[in-house]
């Protein structure tokens, strides 16, 4: 019932950033390295040439920052529900 539970309210993901709080406040980090990954893509058949494909190139930008800590709140999914049929068999099961 308690996965029933975790459709509603994200208990997972609370239990992921207090572990991560934990860990932050246990080695007194002060610092991260961010990173952002960009990947452009040419289509290379569109240019009049005797070769078809794609290129890609990738990009990183990185930083230094501050850790950030993680929020401690309970969200809830509802905007991302997606699991109408399995707690209504659920609900129907229950009933039985």
Request: glycine share 8%.
């Amino acid at each position: 019932m308690s996965f029933a539970l975790d459709w509603f309210v994200d208990v997972g993901g609370f239990l992921d950033r207090l572990n991560s709080k934990e860990h932050l406040e246990r080695y007194e980090a002060a610092y991260s390295v961010s990173s952002v990954k960009a990947v452009t893509t040419l289509d290379v058949g569109t240019i009049p040439s005797k070769f078809t494909g794609t290129v890609s190139r990738t990009t990183y930008h990185r930083w230094v920052g501050p850790v950030p800590i993680p929020s401690l709140s309970l969200s809830s999914p509802i905007s991302t529900f997606n699991h109408w049929l399995e707690g209504g068999a659920l609900i129907i099961q229950r009933r039985k």
